[in-house]
């Protein structure tokens, strides 16, 4: 399977610092390994998963947790595009978010994200959360082939 | 003595002329005896003829001689005067008998009729009222006299001849009476003012000793007026003063009830009440009453008296009944009149005291009543604006478009209502709202135009305020909730980022810093965590306001099962009971029904007793909506904090006692007012709580 053949990669997109250092240090907290990319809007992200300019090397990720409120492009635009791409919409986007909204977890799933996780408050929760992820999506989970 | 031939001859001839004389006186005799044989015969017959003359004339005829001694009267005067007065002497006549002349003056026997023939006068036709024991109704005679004289022209008697006038003088007070009344009521414009003079009338044209007038109100038999109101009826004045009731005795109460005339011809067969027996002591021998009857029902009495008995008179009873129709009539006419007059009255102080203008117009658009604001407001006295036009005096494109708006009027013969928009001179917005109708006649056809208007200036400024003041509101409730949760929503972020890196330093630190760190640290994880609840809290109650549904029909029974289900968990640990009465369809949102139910479960869950919680939850029907309510067992609240438990954030208990922020009952209050109901609670300390509220309910939904 690909956890054997090479590291799982992840991109997560998100716009703060703050919450990509916590994404970062809740995997080492819970004793995740993977290799993480950022992008920290909507159009960084769709230029790493296109592979252009800069991202040229980009590996292609097995999972994506998307931020929906960002600068530029917001997350309900990248699920829009992604899961209309026939060669993306294939990769599992997990929205990770703060909202709580109904309209937001209704519109990510009709913009067929895979899942909607709403970003605890507590850390110890949140670490929980991010083992969660990688142990449903990325061990439980049977993904379809590149 | 010598003989001679001749003396025998002499002699012879002597008696031959004697003899002859003898003859001839015998002839004569014989003659004479033979006419006043004739004669007498002659005076026989002739007196026979005058004695069945007399006999047989209606008149009555009575001769007195100059003394006073009835010579003759014949069948016709007994029977008119109801006694033979041939026994009597016609100088006691006054003794014997009551003679009144026409006026009701009693005769001086000096001026009785024959009196004054036997003095040589003549007497023509003198009315005489005569009466006595044998009749005591009287009869009313007309009397013509003369003296009776000898062939020297000196008066040796007197004769009278005589009729019996009394249906002709009865007819005629009863003219007298009803003209009498009938004058009082011309005169009078209220019965008040006639009554004392119909009585007296009434009284005086038809002899009466005494009369009284009652007039029904509210039920009692109150007296308007008597005649005379003094002397020997004192009594009886005195008695009419005081109303009567329905129950009382006497003559005018019974007329009252059987609404029937009544005749009481002597007054001693009277059962004894009161007025009757102060009528008797004041000389009254018979009472008789009519009902006065205005528009079917009993209005009044005219109750009379006479000093004399008499037997039930038709024909008076009659006359009284035209004569209290009469009363009758006026005191409809003056009811009328005075409906009227109030209505004319009351028309009159609205088109003056209202504020509104109003006038009227014609066919042809000429105005033909104003009142007297629209004078003061067009700046004219009245008659300078009859039978002018709307051209002069409005600018001529306002006068054709009141001209078109009127001739519409005419045509469809329809009420037009408008709302002409103005601008005055200085500038200022004029609103002004204005009712047009067709005129009618009283044939039903169109004569003009009737116009009412106002000024609503005011009221339309004031109505474009509060609109612009609804909007605002709306507006600015909506900005309100709308800030309520876009601030809670970005506040959650750098919470999160707060309370996660102080946690992250306590994971990380824990054994590199000493214990106050770690406290300090575990204090602003708490304080953020609890903030965070708050936020959440914030946003819920704002949710309710922006986020609601359509209030649709919805099952609010549905809405409290999904609620105890959400509550499963902590129905079970608690070991509570919920029981529930079947409930109705309401208008609403199943969310956020399903919350208020859920919310207020949840607080008699965790407010409970020492015995496990007992949770009722019914509803009733209250008119357009239906009441709920959700009792419990629990500790109950303090009648002063009712109002307190409603506001966002308060709490009652310590967050140690009771957890929670204080949104659970704030949040119930927004849904339940969001639906247009209310919310209460009925509680002491200690003795569980009902919280109750109302909502709309749903067509249909029973009662």
Known sequence: ?146 | MATTAEDIAALQEKVRYLEGLVESYEQTLLDQANRLELAMQELKQQTSILQSVLNSIGDGVAVISKDGRFLLNNPASVRILGINVGEDNYKNWSENYESYRADGQPYDPNDLPLARAIRGEEVDEAEEFMRHWRRPEGVWLSVTARPLRDEKGQVQGGVAVFRDVTRRKRTERHLAAQYAVVRVLAEASTLDQAAHGLVRAACESLGLQFGAMWEVRQNLLHCLAVWPEQGEVAELVRLSQSPLGSDSRGLPVQVWKSGQPLWIGDLMDEDGSPRATAAWHAGMRTAFAVPIVSRTAVTGVLEFYSDQIRACEPDLIQLLGSLSSLIGQFCERKHAEEALRDSEALFHSLVETLPLNILRKDLQGRFIFANQLFCKNLGKPLNEILGRTDYDFFPRELAEKYRADDRRVLATQKVFEDIEAHVTPAGDKLYVHVLKAPVWDAAGKVIGVQVIFWDETARKVAEEKLQQTLAELARSNRELELFAYVASHDLQEPLRMVSSYCQLLQRRYKDKLDEDANEFISYAVDGALRMQTLINDLLAYSRVGTRGKPLVPTSSESALIKAMNNLKLAIEESGAEITHDPLPMVVGDTVQLTQLFQNLLGNALKFRGQEPPRISVGAERQGAFWKFWVQDNGIGIDPADFDRIFIIFQRLHSRDEYPGTGIGLAICKKIVERHGGKIWVESAKGQGAKFLFTLPAAEGSGT
């Not at chain 1, 992008?39 to 252009?52: C, I, N, P, Q, T």
């Not at chain 1, 998307?66 to 992604?82: Q, T, Y």
Request: aromatic share 4%; charged share 30%.
């Open chain 1, 1 to 146: 399977m690909s956890s054997i053949t090479r590291p799982v990669e992840i991109l997560l997109v998100e716009d703060n610092p703050g919450d990509v250092r916590l994404a970062v240090e809740a995997l080492r907290e819970g004793k995740v390994h993977v290799n993480m990319s950022v992008a920290s809007d909507g159009v960084e992200a769709m230029e790493f998963l296109r592979r252009e300019g800069r991202f040229a090397d980009a590996p292609r990720p097995d999972l994506i947790l998307l931020d929906l409120n960002m600068p530029r492009k917001d997350g309900r635009e990248v699920l829009a595009e992604l899961k209309a791409d026939d060669d993306l919409k294939r990769i599992p986007v997990v929205v990770l978010t703060t909202s709580k909204a109904e309209e937001d977890i209704v519109k990510s799933y009709n913009l067929n994200a895979n899942c909607y996780i709403t970003k605890p408050v507590d850390l110890h929760q949140f670490i929980h959360v991010v083992r969660s992820i990688h142990e449903f999506w990325l061990t439980v989970v049977k993904l379809p082939p590149e």
